[in-house]
């Protein structure tokens, strides 16, 4: 996590507002595009001996700019990484170095792309498709492993962050099937929304196509509701609100009439829904993200709230094995024990008279052998004599206490010649 640790700053109010919808974007911008590359890349390896034609449409289908997926999938991994950098600043995580390897992996997997498109080779589009999958699988992974704070244990060496949670894989199920539909809406429009890049239905594969775009667009609109109520079954109790179910209930009745209408265009050859059924296709992609967001910070906050509780806790155990650290390496110090004595014990204690508390020559003669167990009584008063309110605590270091201890031993010792002050 270094390099992004170093790269951000503490959050502040005014980026954390800003951050839901910036990852919101990001994670919009680079699953869409990661998704499509690789399901069109794998589609058009599928086609390429039955119907070259088609292949070789799928090939173009993000072909129009050679560096789209710097800018609309790399450099948003990259801004995502940071954002993330942000959001779980100072925590002990695993989920940044998890992002920069991600990045690593699909950049690869894009440069295989791009050399599959300039050259045809067969083997660097099945090695594309391979690493953008799995790149997807990791961010899918780790996405997940961000709304389960209590995972982040995970040690960051461990390279594949997959095994902890059924939902991992339920998430790359949603992430497939989302990169279906959004494929077979991208061909939809690309191809025959588009005025200016329209189809000729006289060209070969112009019909395959079609088919293809609306079947990619149905078949995912059809199974994709199993897979939320899946995602809900599987969901972090706490994690799971009614407004996280709602919004659940809102994205799946807007697949109705992506199926519907992509139906009847596949039944009817007529292609009039392609808009209407892309928008609500990009609708429920938009709903799903805001879903686990949700997710994310319901399991953001609930970290929060441990943190807090066990910070307290934790400093306190760390200034003691602080002390007990230093207590070993220095020797009790019967001129610091006197200043002790004097500035914090004798508003109530002198050693001839009674004060507040007891004095000293009625009860440190019984501590005369055990200088432990005076020390331990300094550490922790606890109410001893009925005859007297309880003391409380000094707040000493553990060499005060030592020395404060010794002090009294060796006052006592010499049967309170001093007397008190
Ligand atoms: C605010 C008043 C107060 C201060 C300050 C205070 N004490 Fe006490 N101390 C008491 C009282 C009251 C008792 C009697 C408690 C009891 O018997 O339950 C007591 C009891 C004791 C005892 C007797 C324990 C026993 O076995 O009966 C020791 C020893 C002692 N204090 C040491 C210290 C030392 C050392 C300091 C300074 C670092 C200190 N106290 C500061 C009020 C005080």
Known sequence: MGLVNQLTLTPNTQIVQLMDPLVFLMLAFHLFF???????????????????????????????????????????????????GLYLHGTENPILPFLERIFVLTLLGYLAAAFHQRTGKRFLGALATLILLGSAFHFMATMTLISVPEQWQFRAQRFLPFTFSIQVVVHFAQYLLFSLLLTGVSILVRYFGWPEGRLDPTQPGTSGIKTWGLALTLAPALLHPVVFLWDFGTAHHFAVSWKVFIVGMVAVAFLLPVAIMSLSMLLSNHLRFIIPAAMCSLLVFGLFLNLEQRFQNTANAEQRTVMARTVDSENTAWTNAREAEYAKSAKPDPALGKKIFAERCSACHKFDTKLVGPPYNDVIPKYVDKPDDLMEFIRKPRKINPDYPPMPNQGLTELEVQSVATYLISQVQDNGKEGGQ
């Open 34 to 84: 990661l998704g499509v590359t690789t399901v069109s890349i794998g589609l058009s390896l599928m086609t390429r001996k039955p119907a070259p034609a088609v292949s070789q449409r799928f090939l173009e289908l993000m072909a129009p700019g050679r560096f789209l997926w710097l800018v609309f999938s790399l450099l948003p991994l990259a801004m995502l990484t940071v954002l993330y």
